[in-house]
């Protein structure tokens, strides 16, 4: 039934079943105002979860050089505005239930006293002309046109915004939509960035890491986000004129305390991926046989060895600072013993250090079995 009066869910789990009554119908997700879509297209929550990552609440310019269908337009309006993002929504499964209030509903369906204005632009751009009309479709059924521009235009021909503005872009990946010179084009955006975005935040997330080195740049921040089913990153690349000395002193910043946060959270998410990922791989050896199992490799981090401040290294209570005791006679005598062994050099002849391995024919190794301590014996291969 495409349409019913009431929707029902049933979970069950081993001996546990619950019965859900659904409240909205159609997945929330889907706010109602695409019309139209372009190729693979970026969901509508992630795209707003995105925005809201970034700290953007419209107080810039808002630009999007790979627009598509318009999915950050339109959500970057509806944040800057702060409007309901169902309110484009045909319906929900509520309006069916028997003591649903139409009265009440359309009270605070209409109710726009949280909203506010807006004083700035969004602008978004695309080489595709088709992507652009699916665009300008898109913003003028959510009626955002007066605060929406959308053009054809490629991003090699991105020139400096007039006023202060962020980027927030979500270029091809490779993987659903076909792109010829995928790596030259990061390598033009990571040019069109340095160039012609000067003073400004770029916010791109991507798929490849590959992708990511192409851009040339380096990022302030890294957040890992799932795009569907992949595994992407969003990173912030901060422009500023000169290098990052210079814009320090002059009391820039390069990571806020928020954005510190976040990457906490994103270190924590990879180490929690590859916790799982070594508990998956034990628990399917575990069910295998011997025919079917799988050894994994794991890099472990080497725990960091603590820093000793300079200071401290320079102190006669170190045991091995320059200053202390212990090692300036400690090199007194060594010095001394060097001497005294260099008057039988020139007489006495060098010994061969005992190895635990021997040399064989072909350059191989052969194993010493009587544990290494064959001295000065030299192994006579005629004999092998």
């Known amino acids: 039934m495409a349409n019913p009066d009431l929707r029902l869910h049933i979970h069950i789990a081993e001996d546990q079943c619950t019965l859900c009554l659904d409240s909205s119908g159609e997945s929330l997700h889907r706010r109602g105002y695409r019309q139209e879509s372009v190729e693979a297209p970026i969901n509508e929550v992630l795209a707003a979860g995105i925005i809201l990552m970034t700290g953007w609440q419209g107080d810039t310019d808002f630009i999007d050089p790979m ?31 028997p003591d649903f209030d139409a009265e009440l509903f ?59 503005a962020i980027i927030v872009t979500n270029p091809p990946y490779g993987e659903r939509i076909s792109t010829p010179n995928l790596l030259e084009t990061y390598r033009m955006i990571g040019e069109r960035l340095k160039h012609q975005f000067m003073g400004g935040d770029a916010w791109i997330i991507t798929y490849r890491e590959e992708c990511f080195e192409q851009i040339g740049l380096k990022p302030s921040i890294k957040i890992p986000l799932y795009n ?60 295998a046989d011997i025919r079917s199992f799988t050894f994994h490799r794991h ?38 013993k060097s001497t005294k062994s260099t008057k039988y050099t020139k007489s006495a002849k060098p010994s061969r250090p005992s190895r635990d391995f021997k040399e064989n024919r072909g350059g191989h190794e052969r194993f010493d079995r009587s544990g290494g301590k064959r001295g000065n014996k030299r192994f006579n291969h005629d004999e092998d």
Request: hydrophobic share 30%; net charge neutral.
């Open 67 to 97: 627009c598509g269908s318009g999915t950050f337009l339109v959500e970057a309006a509806l944040i800057a505005r702060n409007m309901a993002p169902g309110l484009f929504r045909k319906e929900y499964a509520f309006e069916k239930w």
């Open 106 to 164: 359309d009270n605070i369906y209409n109710d726009d006293s949280q909203e506010r204005e807006f004083k700035h632009h969004i602008y978004g751009y695309d080489i595709d002309f088709k992507a652009v009309n699916t665009a300008r479709m898109n913003v003028k059924a959510a009626g955002l046109s007066d605060c929406i521009s959308v053009e054809q235009q490629d991003f090699k021909d991105f020139q400096q915004p007039r006023e202060k």
């Open 228 to 287: 569907g089913s992949l595994e992407c990153e969003l990173r912030k690349y901060q422009m500023f004129d000169g290098k990052m000395k210079q814009f320090r002193s002059e009391g820039g910043t390069v990571k806020t305390e928020e954005e510190k946060r976040q990457m906490a959270q994103a270190h924590r998410f990879k180490k929690e991926r590859e916790f799982k990922q070594r508990i998956t791989e034990q628990e399917e050896n575990e069910e």
């Open 299 to 336: 890099e472990l981090e080497e725990p960091k060895k603590p820093r000793i401040a300079r200071a401290a290294r320079n102190s006669d209570d170190f045991p091995f600072s320059k200053n202390s005791k212990e090692q300036k006679s400690a090199k007194s005598a060594k010095s001394a």
